[in-house]
């Protein structure tokens, strides 16, 4: 492991940028561990990043930044017990074919399969779920590194608190260097998408999350169209997309004519009430069945940089009502799609599900659009609900307002206290969520 020195690095949205004292690519535990003491006599603080995927500076490295691209092995898979232990810088993508492979996979995921597993987790990365909650809630045990420089192992039988503190930590506890995952028997979702009205949505918001396994829904701004989906498990066997059907959809419509539209919007911002419009009525109905990673990720190619709260779930209709009333009042013109997703409750301390079924709201914007003005109006109404901004994902949020609003964040401050007394794992993100 020979460090680089004052090696530039950004987030994939472009939003993010650090220029570290030292870059380091760790190939197991005890490189971590080495280069954390290296980091500690140095009096230098450390950070692990992912691929970049997350809009807050939660990987904005000051001191040395941790590349996890030589931690990507499988260290075992027990096809019996589900159990799946991997290194931290696996990316899920990879992750995903190793269980298929193996006739098994994750109950539940997010809309894209490009961070790694370490990443993914510590963010409290979630998808949407009638029954089967985010990633926080698939973990057996964690291996991290701790601060002085120890490898300690954690689980809900040793070390709980950790364990539970941990699963979503922002990496301010310690350096996650594996994950044992508990997974599931493979299985096939059948997907049916449809357009449909605001009002109608809305009405049948419970209907819908009663009666699948997974729901979610997007709303164009500006007009009355959504997009609705409902992915439910399937005895098989699968009946794919077409190669060419997935392309044309997926690919060349969701990808690169949304780009164009994207940029257009951006130079032309007047024009996207009617872009809208138009890309709304072009919705299709479709279904199909696949391996279920398969029906829970697509490609993603256009940046953009996005915001989400998760709030209580009986607060979603009020909310987007309120939401949309916005803007009529405001003057913003927004390109992309409101996403809407719904999650049981965790028990993870930091998930934004902890204790509370819930719903998330998630607003976007094109990557070279101005965001602040927007996601603030958006933020002062969901925050006004006691919502719970995604870890990852912009927001403005302190240590004031979530203790207020998470009911471990005070057993999580105290032991981030025991743990790292010197915040040897701090950047200025982590300063703003926890304090000093």
Known sequence: ???????????????QQATPHRVATPGSAAEVAAAVRSAASDGLTVRMTGTGHSFTGAAVAEGVLLRPDALTAVRSVDTATGLVTVEAGLPLHAFNRVLAEHGLALANMGDIQEQTVAGALQTATHGTGRDAAGLASQVA?????????????????ERPELFDAARAGLGALGVVTAITWKTVPAFVLRAQEEPMKWDEVLARVDEFDDANEHFEFYWFPHTEGCLTKRNNRVEGPAEPLSKFKYWMDDEFLSNKVFGAVNRLTHLAPATTPFVNGISAKALGARTY????????TSPRTVRFKEQEYAIPREE??????????????????????????????????????HGRRSAFIAVHVYYKDRHQEYFRG??????????????????????TYLEKVYPRFTDFQRLRDELDPDRRFANPYTRQVFGD
């Open 1 to 15: 492991m020979s460090p680089v020195t004052h090696q530039k690095w950004q987030n994939w949205a472009g939003n």
């Open 141 to 157: 045990a964690l291996e991290l590194v701790l601060a002085d420089g120890s490898t300690v192992t954690c689980s809900p039988d």
């Open 289 to 296: 069945s696949d391996t279920s990673y398969k029906v829970f």
């Open 316 to 353: 979603l209709v009020p909310a987007l009502r309120e939401l949309r009333s916005l803007f009529a009042r405001k003057d913003w013109r927004i390109s992309f799609p409101i996403e809407v997703r719904l999650l049981p409750q965790e028990d993870a301390w930091l998930s934004m599900a």
């Open 378 to 399: 958006v933020e002062d109404l969901l925050t006004a609900l006691d919502g719970r901004p995604h870890w990852g994902k912009l927001h403005t949020r302190d240590a």
